[in-house]
């Protein structure tokens, strides 16, 4: 159930990681209120099960590669004409750009078990930094061009996926949350950027939610909640884990032209008060 209705008859939604958990009821929500949905992601079997479900547009794409964009792009406006919302959603860590430890201690350095700051390999620091922040920045310069050169431009946005990290940087993924704190600042850069042409640029910032990417750090092989996960629960006022739908009043509102439409340059967080928490 949508927590309100919005009118989206006739717009074209463009999702990058549209296979995802979260990207799949961004997906569900804006079909359901009349939008068309083409659905971008790298497995293109992971697109196709949720396009399927909600009558949408399925297609592979690579978001590091603009030569992929461009033929996405290509797909989608013969098949539904120029983008209207554009959500960059594709993004993710890597367990090579992971720590061991929350905290340095100087025996850990050089031990061929476990893993330091110091042992974070470029490349995987660029693998995580791109498919975060290149990749919408990619994105946008494909799709976004369509949008300004539209009559309607007053009436499309940019929603990017921003993060906990980007306020506060949490301990064991430095590559994570440099790329997602770029991704809020790209955020503001695009805003002002494309204020003139109309199109309005936001981002969400969602707290702790339970996806395939992170259910193994969060849950143990019984089903009860790590180390981490605790931690996590502890700094959340609201003591659990946010679901997926409540993420799509935030996402609504900012789709909605008529909801907000002075509204731009903002990172809005739907955590359960935990960048509001200090703690004490």
């Given at each position: 159930?949508?927590p309100?209705?919005?009118d989206?008859?006739?717009?074209?939604?463009?999702?990058?990681?549209?296979?995802?958990v979260?990207?799949?009821?961004?997906?569900?929500?804006?079909?359901?209120?009349?939008?068309?949905?083409?659905?971008?992601?790298?497995?293109?079997?992971n697109?196709?099960?949720?396009?399927?479900?909600?009558?949408?547009?399925?297609?592979?794409?690579?978001?590091?590669s603009?030569e992929?964009?461009?033929?996405?792009r290509?797909?989608?406006?013969?098949?539904?004409?120029?983008?209207?919302?554009?959500?960059?959603?594709a993004?993710?860590?890597?367990?090579?750009?992971?720590?061991?430890?929350?905290?340095?201690?100087?025996?850990?350095?050089?031990?061929?078990?476990?893993?330091?700051?110091?042992?974070?390999?470029?490349?995987?620091?660029?693998?995580?930094?791109?498919?975060?922040?290149?990749?919408?920045?990619?994105?946008?310069?494909?799709?976004?061009?369509d949008?300004?050169?539209s009559?309607?431009?007053?009436?499309?946005?940019?929603?990017?996926?921003?993060s906990?990290?980007?306020?506060?940087?949490?301990?064991?993924?430095p590559?994570?949350?440099?790329?997602?704190?770029?991704?809020?600042?790209?955020?503001?850069?695009?805003?002002?950027?494309?204020?003139?042409?109309?199109?309005?640029v936001?981002?969400?910032?969602?707290?702790?939610?339970?996806?395939?990417?992170?259910?193994?750090l969060?849950?143990?092989?019984?089903?009860?909640?790590?180390?981490r996960?605790?931690?996590?629960?502890?700094?959340?006022p609201?003591?659990?884990?946010?679901?997926?739908?409540?993420l799509?009043?935030?996402?609504?509102?900012?789709?909605s032209?008529?909801?907000?439409?002075?509204?731009?340059?903002?990172?809005?967080?739907v955590?359960?008060?935990?960048?509001?928490?200090?703690?004490?």
């Open positions: 159930m949508l309100f209705k919005i989206l008859t006739g717009k074209t939604a463009v999702i990058t990681g549209g296979g995802g979260l990207c799949s009821e961004f997906a569900r929500a804006l079909a359901e209120c009349g939008a068309n949905i083409a659905l971008l992601d790298i497995k293109l079997e697109a196709h099960a949720v396009a399927d479900k909600i009558g949408g547009l399925a297609v592979q794409a690579d978001v590091l603009r992929s964009l461009e033929k996405a290509n797909i989608i406006v013969d098949k539904y004409g120029a983008c209207d919302i554009l959500i960059n959603g993004g993710g860590n890597s367990p090579k750009c992971t720590v061991t430890e929350e905290y340095l201690n100087p025996e850990d350095i050089g031990k061929p078990e476990g893993m330091t700051f110091f042992d974070v390999l470029p490349e995987n620091l660029r693998f995580v930094f791109d498919i975060n922040f290149t990749g919408a920045f990619l994105t946008t310069q494909v799709f976004a061009k949008m300004a050169l009559k309607n431009a007053a009436e499309t946005c940019v929603i990017n996926i921003s906990m990290n980007a306020f506060t940087p949490l301990t064991k993924i590559a994570y949350s440099a790329a997602k704190s770029a991704v809020s600042n790209f955020t503001q850069w695009l805003a002002v950027y494309f204020s003139k042409v109309g199109i309005r936001n981002a969400i910032a969602p707290g702790f939610f339970v996806s395939e990417q992170n259910r193994a969060l849950f143990n092989s019984d089903g009860t909640p790590t180390k996960a605790n931690k996590i629960l502890a700094a959340t609201m003591g659990r884990f946010g679901e997926p739908q409540e799509l009043g935030a996402l609504l509102w900012l789709c032209y008529e909801a907000s439409s002075f509204v731009n340059g903002i990172v809005v967080p955590d359960g008060g935990f960048s509001a928490y200090s703690g004490v």
